[in-house]
């Protein structure tokens, strides 16, 4: 059974760092792509990163700005997610998330990904 397991997540300061991890285990898995999404308290979840797994092409949601990066390390199977310059409007839970091989993709989409992790806090203050 695959897990995603998130980690990182943590108090910050309006203008600082976190760097989010995600690790996949159990049985070896082939994956299309992988993704980070984030809800905040009240709101949908909604797309913030994504990356095909193998060709490294990465996708930005447009509020990212530049400030976020999306990344992998294939040999340790992780999913990495590097916020810079954090606001307030960033606080939410923060989850990764993988797909099926095969197949386009909408990575945008919640629907497109088979598997998710349970998330990880991130709160920024002002």
């Known amino acids: 059974q695959v897990q995603l397991v998130e980690s990182g997540g943590g108090l910050v300061q309006a203008g600082g760092s976190l760097r989010l991890s995600c690790a996949a285990s159990?049985?070896?898995?082939?994956?299309?792509?992988m993704g980070w999404f984030r809800q905040a308290p009240g709101k949908e979840r909604e797309f913030v990163a994504a990356i095909i797994w193998s060709a490294g092409n990465t996708y930005y949601a447009d509020f990212v700005k530049g400030r976020f990066t999306i990344s992998r390390d294939i040999a340790k199977n992780t999913l990495y997610l590097q916020m810079n310059d954090l606001e307030p409007e960033d606080t939410a839970v923060y989850y990764c998330?993988?797909?099926?091989?095969?197949?386009?993709?909408?990575?945008?989409?919640?629907?497109?990904?088979?598997?998710w992790g349970q998330g990880t806090q991130v709160t920024v203050s002002s």
């Open positions: 159990g049985r070896t898995f082939s994956r299309y792509a």
């Open positions: 998330a993988a797909t099926k091989p095969g197949g386009l993709r909408l990575l945008v989409a919640t629907g497109s990904y088979d598997y």
